[in-house]
């Protein structure tokens, strides 16, 4: 059992809770005991893909920190909470609806390059304490702004795949299809031409360290009201969308009948973007004791170095020299 659980995660389950359900899954389906931990925080308010790792998986955990992800999600228009979804208190509210076509106008300016600045109810920390540790007991908390990239951004109604134009010069945005809409959305009516919006939903491909409800927060700015978030669902994780994953039910469903292995996706699917290295067994065997190879004929840049399919480790190739950067104890 070394390779990812993905779960479409409900409302109201913490990350850290989606690790113990699959943890209490390998215990009652008698698989004995694995490290298992997540790959990457989604909020208790937010639903859909969290990638779990398992066993060896655990050591790629924190690459999928630095996956690009798409969201789908709500923002209403006329309120802003302070913790920028429905869950907070309101602290600004604002008669303006913008219409669909002024909402559709602004999203490029929130497409490519941009800097946001993170919600104070989030997980970073100021002076080690966590951000909304400090704003729960009342203390002002003020954090730094970041530089993220919004590869593409858009209307849900507007499905099928990346427009070129949403690209905003990330080269790869065209090439990835639109989840289906949120099946845990609440049917909407397409808006009619110059109708005042009390809500919209977006989809947004973005990159690591992209905080949504920051993002929905300055675009009702941008149109001159103010807004949160209402719904937010995670529809893709670096390589592992929503077709791969499973509820809750369904893994104690799978745990039950000790088949979990049916939806353990391979260790190799978070390194879908790196080359395979083919090893001979020497050259496995020292790499598996913390040797370098050298000599070997590859271009400079990280490989998945395995040995008739089995993974060996996550290496780095530089003038000829292989060096472990993850070794893998299989």
């Known amino acids: 059992m070394h390779g990812w659980i993905i779960l479409d995660k409900p409302l109201g389950l913490g990350s850290t809770q989606g690790v113990s359900a699959v943890k209490r899954a390998l215990r009652s389906g008698g698989y004995g005991k694995f ?105 002002e908390v003020v954090l730094a702004s ?82 949160h978030v209402t719904m937010l669902r995670r529809t893709k994780a670096g390589p592992f969308d929503l077709t791969s994953a499973i509820s809750l039910d369904k893994l104690d469903e799978l745990a039950k009948a000790s088949a979990l292995e049916d939806v353990l996706l391979p260790l190799r699917v978070a390194l879908d973007d790196i080359p395979a290295l083919s090893l001979t067994p020497d050259q496995a065997g020292a790499l598996r004791q913390g040797r370098i190879l050298a000599g070997i004929a590859a271009d400079d840049g990280q490989y998945f170095a395995e040995l008739d399919a089995v993974p060996v480790a996550l290496v780095e190739v530089e003038d000829g020299d292989v060096r472990v950067v993850r070794g893998f104890n299989l």
């Open 146 to 227: 970041r530089d993220v990239t919004i590869h593409a951004l858009q209307s849900s109604p507007a499905r099928g795949r990346w427009q070129p134009e949403a690209d905003g010069g990330g080269g790869h945005a065209t090439d990835v299809p639109l989840p289906s809409p949120s099946v845990t959305a609440p049917p909407r009516h397409l808006p009619l031409a110059g109708e005042d919006l009390k809500e919209v939903t977006l989809t947004a491909y973005v990159s690591k360290g992209t905080y949504i409800r920051s993002l929905a927060r300055d675009i009702a700015i941008a149109l001159g009201t103010v807004g």
């Open 35 to 139: 490290k298992v931990g997540h790959g990457g925080t989604l909020d208790p308010l937010a639903t859909g893909v969290l990638p779990i790792a398992v066993g060896e998986a655990t050591k790629l955990a924190g690459r999928m920190l630095d996956s690009d992800k798409i969201y789908d999600f709500t923002v209403m228009f006329g309120v802003q909470t302070d913790t920028l979804d429905a869950e907070g208190v309101a602290i600004a509210t604002s008669d303006v609806r913008p219409t669909l076509e002024a909402v559709e106008a602004v999203l490029a300016q929130f497409t490519g390059p941009i800097s946001q600045v993170p919600p104070a109810y989030s997980a970073l920390k100021v002076d080690g304490e966590r951000a909304y540790d400090l704003a729960r007991a009342g203390h």
